[in-house]
Each structure stands twice: as C-alpha cells, then as structure tokens.
C-alpha cells in the first residue's frame, strides 16, 4: 500500500509541475511562506532539543548500550562506516554551497551588518557553520538512532512509523502509520530529486567552464541519464560493494581537492578563519539556535536558516534509514559521536576552504566573485578556482566529485526508498530498487524540463512540518524504549553477578582452591 500510494502520489505532483508550472509554483510558495511565516519558530525550537537530546543520551548511562545487542558486532570498518555517513548525509550540498554560500552571506549578511564589510564576513563564516554544523546532523543522528533501535532492538519493520509505537500503540499499524510513511517516501524522492537537479546543474556549468560545453538542459539531461547507469550499477551491486567503494572513493577525492585548495591558495588565511570562526560558533550557538527577527523586517532567518532546517527535518527519513542500515554494531555513544560531531568537523574544514579562499579573493585578492554570484550559485566554485595554479584540474577534481557524490546520492537514496516501501525489514528485491532508481531520474528530468525545482523545493518545506512534528514525539518515544532497555540490561546484569557469587559459594564449599590474587593460599 505505501509502495503504491507513494509512486500515484508523486506521479501527480510530477504532472502537476509539468502540465501546470505556474499554478503549481504559485501556491506551493503560497504555502511555503505561510509555513516559514507561522511556524519557523517551531523548527528552530525541535532541530535544537534533537542536538540536546542526543548529548544527553550519549554521555549519559544510555550512551554504554548496543544497537543489535551486547553482542552485535559492526558490518563496516569505521573509515567505511563514516565515509557512508558523510556521502549520504552531505556531499553534494557541500560541493554546492562550500564557497557560494559564505560569499552570499558575506553580500546580504545577517543580524542587520553592513554588507560587504569585515563584520559581515565574520558572520558569514559563523553562519555557515551553523548552517551545516551540528544542528543538521542531529536531526539525521536522532531519525537514524531510533529506526536502528526499533530495527535492531525491537525486531520492527525498519518504516518510520513504527518510530511512534511507544506513543500511539497498534496505530502505528494502521491507516495512519501508512499514511506517515508514505509522508516519508514522497518527502524523500522529491528532496533527492531535486538535489539531483542541483547536482546535475552544477556539473554541466563546470563542463562549460573547463569544456566549453553549452551548460543547458541538454547537457544536464546527458549528466543524469550518465549517472542514473552508475547509480542503478551501484544499488544492484549491494551495500557491501558498490555504495561502501564509491563512499570511500567520495572521501578521498573530497579530501585530495580541500588539501588541494588549502595547499595552493591562502594556507594561513584559512587556518585563520578555521580557528576564528570555531570559536564564534561555539561562543554563540545557543543565541544562533534560538535566532528569530520579530523586531525587524528582515526575512533573512526566514530564507535561510529556518529554510535549511526545513529541508534537513524533510531529508531525515531517507538519510536517517540509510544511517540505521548501516550503523548495526554501534554504541549509542558511538553513534552519536560519529554522526554529529563528526561529520561537523569535516564540514568546518570544508568551509573554511573554499568559504575561506572565496572570502579572501573577495576582500584581499581582488578578485571580484559578485557578478558570478549574481549569474548562479552553480558557477562560484569553479570562479574560485580559477586563480590557483593548476586551475584546470582542479576544475575536472571538482566535476569528478561532483558526480560521485551524485551517484552516492541516487544510490544510497534508491534502497532506502525501496526498504522504506517495503512491508518488511529485509534486503528489499531487485525489482523494487530498479523502480525507485527509474522514478528518482524521471521526476528530476522532469522538473527541470519543466522549469519546477523552485516549486518542488517549496512542497518538500511545507512536508517539512509534519516531520518536525514527528521528530518531536520521536525523542519521548525513543527514551522511554531506550529507558526500558537500559533497566533490562541492569537486572541481567544483577542477575549474572548474583550467579557469578552463587558460583563462588559453591567452589568455596567444594573446597576448591581459590586463585592467585584472589584471598588463596598465597595470602
């Protein structure tokens, strides 16, 4: 049922932004504006409990528990392990906002700072790790912690809905957990969709930049049609393959071209804004978490953060599933860690690379990236990559990685959604991968045949709201099963120390010998 329903549902949005574009983008910004207007406090409210609540079960008594139990042994080494966790999670957003989205802030900065001025680039940098700091990977880390312990500690069915049994009982069984889920599964494809047109729009401007090809829709639909063969390669060829390699190979290209761009633009300079800005973002994240503007009419909260809070509560069932999937073995201590702290990490590296360099050709280099801004957030990166010395194949490093992430995206997307519109938890079947891998292609062509990302990317916001809701009856439903647990694995525990002394007693009256160390003859 939540199979069908999902692909009837996202057919009709499809053709809605096809046969109808205007109508279609009017009011879904129409409602995008009201969810943002009426409850962008809301969101900043949940995303920052989720970060609070995963601290204190990471370093509180629950943080020493399994997921799989005491004895479930990891599937992935930890280098492969995170290097899924930051190619699903990020990658491709990475690429595309490292160095556009400092250079934006630092033109229409926040908190009412002059524009283009050196208060305005601090802000800047500080915002951008906020953006793509902590807070995001919380709401992934806490979606993903909680499907792997239904999944694994509960024996679920490994869907979203069963995320709210503890709350709603045998309703999480019926029509309105088939309702949540297929929520999920729409929100998912079209949020991926979408950020495949992205990817597919910045790899054609990069193959017109070192290339000299028409960067059209053309050369997008070429790049998609490339990347859903590889993509679809990747998902048949399992977890264990093709997505563990290509997720390995993402990291090394991503961290060969940051060191890269470290090494030959401003070295000290970066390190500089790395360490500076570090210190702002952690002096103010709770004023920055709790952010609104109710005494001014500046929309930029509005636009920006609560924006990306919307769109990493409506990206958290299929990056949070894909997690779960991954991450049997783990403690939640470990999980936590590995999931918010640090992909964080590379994500301020990351930034204060090509955020770093973009800001100092700006303000010291001379090198005005204003009018490529204005072009297109697509086209900054390879703006700023042109004044370093083997700027050409930096250039194609980019593009390369680009694609990868692109192929990571889709395929780590394509069996979550299959499992996702699956009745159960097991490997979903082959068939069912090839629909989704087809469905993801067709409504990103689709819509940027049609001119709807825009529109599209304003219906993943406004199913962002439900989700929030979700993520906020998660955290109780999750502490009371991990509480359960936790209580459980304590009166095992007594009962095997209460075994362990009746065990001794009996030595003791048998009159064997008791070992070296432990009050024996020796003694």
């Not at 009746?502 to 030595?507: G, I, S, V, Y």
């Amino acid at each position: 049922m939540v199979f069908r329903l999902s692909v009837a549902l996202l057919g009709a949005l499809v053709l809605a932004g096809v046969l109808a574009p205007d109508a279609f983008g009017h009011w879904s910004g129409r409602l995008q504006a009201s969810t943002l207007a009426g409850a962008g406090w809301l969101y900043l409210v949940i995303v920052f409990a989720a970060l609070v609540f995963l601290g204190a079960l990471a370093f509180g008594r629950t943080g020493a528990l399994r997921i799989g139990g005491d004895d479930a042994e990891p599937q992935f080494s930890r280098g492969s392990w995170f290097a899924m966790l930051f190619s699903a999670g990020m990658g491709i957003g990475l690429v595309f906002w490292g160095a556009a989205e400092p250079l934006s802030h630092y033109h229409t900065p926040p908190e009412g700072l002059a524009p283009d001025s050196f208060s305005a680039a601090r802000a800047a940098m500080r915002y951008t790790f906020f953006h793509w700091g902590l807070h995001p990977w919380a709401v992934y880390g806490l979606i993903g912690l909680a499907m792997a312990w239904f999944q694994y500690n509960r024996h679920s069915r490994g869907l979203i809905s069963d995320l709210l049994s503890p709350l709603i009982g045998r309703h999480a069984h019926g029509a309105f957990g088939h309702l949540v889920d297929v929520l999920a599964v729409v929100a998912t494809a079209i949020g991926v969709a979408t950020t495949l047109g992205f990817g597919a729009a910045q790899i054609g401007a990069g193959l017109g930049h070192v290339a000299g090809v028409p960067s059209g829709l053309a050369t997008q639909l070429a790049v998609i049609a490339v990347a859903f063969v590889l993509y679809m390669l990747s998902t048949l060829s399992g977890l264990d393959r093709g997505i563990k390699w290509l997720s390995n190979f993402n990291l090394g290209v991503a961290l060969l071209l940051l060191a890269l761009v470290v090494a030959l633009g401003p070295t000290a300079f970066v390190f500089e804004t790395l360490t500076t800005t570090l210190g702002g973002y952690l002096n103010e994240l709770p004023a920055m978490s709790l952010r609104m503007s109710p005494f001014s009419q500046s929309a930029w909260v509005g636009e920006w953060t609560i924006f990306y809070w919307a769109w990493w509560i409506a990206w958290a069932p299929f990056v949070g599933a894909f997690f779960a999937r991954i991450s049997y073995g783990r403690t939640v201590r470990e999980f936590v860690l590995g999931v918010v702290c640090g992909p964080a990490l590379v994500s301020f590296l990351w930034f204060s690379g090509f955020g770093g360099s973009a800001l100092f050709q700006q303000i010291i280099g001379h090198h005005d990236l204003l009018p490529v801004l204005e072009r297109g957030y697509e086209y900054v990166l390879f703006a700023v990559l042109e004044p370093l010395p083997f700027a050409p194949a930096l250039a194609w490093l980019a593009i390369v990685l680009l694609l990868s992430f692109f192929v990571t995206s889709a395929d780590s997307a394509t069996l979550t959604l299959a499992s996702m519109s699956s009745p159960t938890a097991a490997d979903p079947p082959l068939r069912r991968k090839l629909v989704w891998g087809v469905l993801q292609a067709g409504i990103a062509v689709a819509l940027l045949g049609a001119g709807g990302l825009d529109a599209l990317q304003a219906v993943v916001i406004v199913a962002a709201l439900p989700f929030a809701l979700l993520l906020a009856a998660v955290m109780p439903a999750l502490y009371r099963v991990l509480a359960q647990d936790l209580a459980e694995h304590d009166r095992l525990a007594r009962e095997l120390h209460r075994a362990e002394l009746r065990w001794l007693a009996q030595e003791r009256d048998r009159g064997a010998p008791r070992p070296e160390g432990e009050g024996g003859p020796s003694r």
